[in-house]
């Protein structure tokens, strides 16, 4: 069964462009060697002499990243300062970068980005991920599963190295307001076609008065 997992981009997520553009996950623990050297005693005595909090837990976390993350394995990479997330399969065994300087991250694995998109596209009971302290953890799940497979199809998400923000789009059902017309101004008044003649006081048609003048043609 192909498993999830949810991994921090570097300690203040400021490594995720960097580890897309390589194709590959990380993970810090500086004062631990070659993962495939030690044993979770040895990397929970390493983590206490450098004064490490919580160093069985992270032992147990560095163990998972070394022997239990495989090939196929769905990687979720959040970019909490664009809301997003990144969408990976494990493409390789687990690497020791010994050329690589302690702090970069030097127990990797190589990854086949498939692509990035919004953290509200993610099923709402993942959405939290993005909040995740620890630099590890399995969030397997039906529906996280099945949204994997959906990046994997191209359904959902653009290209994992395209980090510009695309436009907001609307919530569902909802409409954009129209700006409001402006008002008609009213129709200009029809000119009289009529007139009261000052002789006989009757009320005729205006072509009954000869020269616009005052009294009717029949009064003149």
Known sequence: MRRVWVIRGGEEHNLVDTLVAEGVIG???????????VDQYDVTERLKARGWTNPETRAELFQQFVHQVAAGHAVVMPDPSRREVVIGL??????????????????????????RHGTDLLPESHRDLTRQRAALAERTSPSLLAHVEAVER???????????????????????????????????????????????????????????????????
């Open 27 to 37: 993970l810090h623990y500086p004062d631990v060697t070659d993962g495939r050297t």
């Open 90 to 115: 494990v493409d390789g065994d687990y690497e020791f970068r010994y050329d690589l300087d302690p702090d970069d991250h030097r127990h990797r694995r190589p990854v086949r980005w498939l692509a």
């Open 154 to 220: 191209g359904e959902r998400g653009r290209n994992p190295a395209d980090t510009a923000a695309p436009p907001r789009a609307r919530a569902a059902g909802t409409t954009r307001r129209a700006a409001p017309r402006a008002a008609k101004a009213p129709p200009a008044p029809a000119p009289p076609s009529t007139k009261t003649c000052t002789e006989c006081f009757l009320t005729k048609a205006l072509d009954l008065f000869p020269g616009g003048g005052d009294v009717c043609r029949d009064c003149q």
